[in-house]
């Protein structure tokens, strides 16, 4: 039974950080070339906030985040991170790990960075985070 589980999330200030974790219970898993923040506003439509492959140094970052977040992986430990800084009122929703991120278009995959919620295999239960 294969797991991601998120922690590290809570309620900060505007301007703090937090930084949010995300260990995958399978190898396999967190060896699944992409895995992804996301997060979901109450009422908003979810969204992608960091990527990166498990292999090379590539990330992806929306661009509300840019700058201010920080997506990292330590392989030794099979968990990927996500550091939080300066954070703002909007960053405030619940935050989910995705892992076994991919999706070919004609035979092409698409860059770890474009891919959306349902082109990952595996997720976390979420961390909130909250801001004020």
């Known amino acids: 039974h294969v797991q991601l589980v998120e922690s590290g999330g809570g309620s900060v200030q505007t301007g703090g950080s937090l930084k949010l974790s995300c260990v995958a219970s399978d190898e396999g898993v967190y060896g699944s070339a992409c895995m992804a923040w996301f997060r979901q506003a109450p009422g908003q439509k979810r969204e992608a906030v960091a990527a990166?492959?498990?292999?090379?140094?590539?990330?992806f970052y929306a661009d509300s985040v840019k700058g201010r977040f920080t997506i990292s992986r330590d392989n030794a430990k099979n968990t990927l991170y996500l550091q939080m800084n300066s954070l703002v009122l909007e960053d405030t929703a619940m935050y989910y790990c995705a892992a076994g991120g991919g999706r070919r278009v004609r035979g092409t995959l698409v860059p770890c960075g474009n891919l959306e919620w349902g082109d990952f295999v595996y997720y976390g239960q979420g961390t909130q985070v909250t801001v004020s």
């Open positions: 990166l492959y498990t292999a090379g140094d590539s990330t």
